[in-house]
């Protein structure tokens, strides 16, 4: 049975930092590309970051030099590091696991930036 649980969500104050997490289980977690991407209240989700499974990253523009997304294969986890977070950083953050054949979800969680 696939499995992503992301963890880490909260209320924080702009300029803080936050630091989510995705736990893996039911299938070969490094086999995968592993994708962050969010959805604010009334509007589509969106691409926040991506590892690949040797570790090479990609972020959405908006997101590069306060996002960081990185993964530990031993632990079938992948982290999404944000700092100086911003009021429109509002949203909840799911977790996605992609390759050629199949593409997985968690439930996601909720992040609010407000002061």
């Known amino acids: 049975q696939v499995q992503l649980v992301e963890s880490g969500g909260g209320l924080v104050q702009p300029g803080e930092s936050l630091r989510l997490s995705c736990a893996a289980s039911g299938f070969i977690f490094a086999n995968y590309r592993m994708n962050w991407y969010r959805q604010a209240p009334g509007k589509e989700r969106e691409f926040v970051a991506q590892v690949s499974p040797a570790g090479s990253t990609n972020y959405a523009d908006s997101m590069k030099g306060r996002f960081t997304i990185s993964r530990d294969n031993a632990k079938n986890t992948v982290y999404l590091q944000m700092n100086s977070l911003k009021p429109e950083d509002t949203a909840v953050y799911y977790c996605?696991?992609?390759?050629?054949?199949?593409?997985?979800w968690g439930q996601g969680t909720q992040v609010t930036v407000s002061s």
């Open positions: 996605n696991a992609k390759n050629t054949w199949y593409n997985y």
